[in-house]
C-alpha cells in the first residue's frame, strides 16, 4: 500500500529564509506526487504536481520540488519565504492508477516569523 | 467558473441527529470524494466514487453514508452512529486517473 510521511507538524522560518518541508512517500509503482496548500477554513489548492516528465517540478507562488527516487522524497522548497505562505501543507501519492484513491500525509503547518 | 461548492459552510446539529453536506461539481469529473480533517490527522477518507451508481468505502466510512445518482452531486449523510461527528469535511472531485484532486472550500459540522 502506497503511504506518505510528513517530517514535522510544525516548521517556523523567518520571513526572507528557505522554507523546507519534508515528504517521503512509500509506492510499489512509479508514484505520482502533489504537494498541496490550505489556507484556515478553507479547501485544499494545489501547488505541484510530479508526473514523471521531470525531477525537478516548479509549481505556484515560487515553490518547488524535487522527486529523489533514491531517497524515495518529494520536499517542498521555496527560496525566500513570505508572510503570505503562512499555512498547512500536504504532500500526497496517488494510488488512481489502480483504485482510485489518493493518500495524504498528516501536513505540515509553516509560521512565518516577522 | 467550473469548480466544487460544498454547502452550508457551517453546520450546527444536536447529538443523535442525521445531517447531509452537500457537494455538487461541474468540471465533468467522474470521480468524487470525501474526506474528513481533524487537527494533526491530516485527511481521511471517509467514500469515494468513480462513477455514477457506484461508490466504496474509505478509511472510516463508519457511521457515513453517501449516494452518487448524478454525475455533479455527491452528497454526505453523517448518521447518528458516528461517534465523534464533529470535524471539517471537504469534498473533491477528479477527472483523468493520476491528475490532482480539486476541493470545495469544506463544511464545519458541530454537533453538540
Known amino acids: 500500500a502506497q503511504s506518505v510521511t510528513q517530517l514535522g507538524s510544525h516548521v517556523s522560518v523567518s520571513e526572507g529564509a528557505l522554507v523546507l518541508l519534508r515528504c517521503n512517500y512509500s509506492?510499489?509503482?512509479?508514484?505520482?506526487l502533489f504537494w498541496y496548500v490550505q489556507y484556515p477554513n478553507q479547501g485544499l489548492q494545489l501547488l505541484l504536481k510530479?508526473?514523471?516528465?521531470?525531477?525537478l517540478v516548479k509549481g505556484i507562488n515560487g515553490f518547488e520540488a524535487e522527486f529523489k527516487k533514491s531517497e524515495t522524497s518529494f520536499h517542498l522548497t521555496k527560496p525566500s519565504a513570505h508572510m503570505s505562505d503562512a499555512a498547512e501543507y500536504f504532500c500526497?501519492?496517488?494510488?488512481?492508477?489502480?483504485?482510485?484513491?489518493?493518500?495524504f500525509g498528516k501536513g505540515t503547518r509553516l509560521h512565518i516569523l516577522p | 467558473d467550473g469548480g466544487i461548492t460544498q454547502s452550508p459552510k457551517y453546520l450546527f446539529r444536536k447529538e443523535g441527529q442525521n445531517v447531509t453536506l452537500s457537494c455538487e461539481q461541474n468540471?465533468?469529473?467522474?470521480?468524487m470524494y470525501w474526506y474528513r480533517q481533524d487537527p494533526g490527522q491530516g485527511l481521511r477518507l471517509i467514500y469515494y466514487?468513480?462513477?455514477?451508481?457506484?461508490?466504496q468505502k474509505g478509511d472510516i466510512a463508519e457511521g457515513y453514508s453517501v449516494s452518487r445518482e448524478k454525475k455533479e452531486s455527491f452528497p454526505l449523510t453523517v448518521t447518528s452512529a458516528q461517534k465523534n461527528p464533529t470535524a471539517f469535511y471537504l469534498c473533491a472531485s477528479g477527472g483523468q486517473p493520476n491528475s490532482p484532486l480539486h476541493f470545495g472550500n469544506g463544511t464545519r459540522l458541530t454537533v453538540t
Open positions: 500526497a501519492v496517488s494510488d488512481r492508477g489502480r483504485d482510485d484513491k489518493i493518500i
Open positions: 466514487s468513480q462513477i455514477v451508481n457506484d461508490f
Open positions: 510530479y508526473t514523471s516528465a521531470a525531477t
Open positions: 509506492s510499489s509503482v512509479p508514484p505520482y
Open positions: 468540471l465533468n469529473h467522474d470521480a
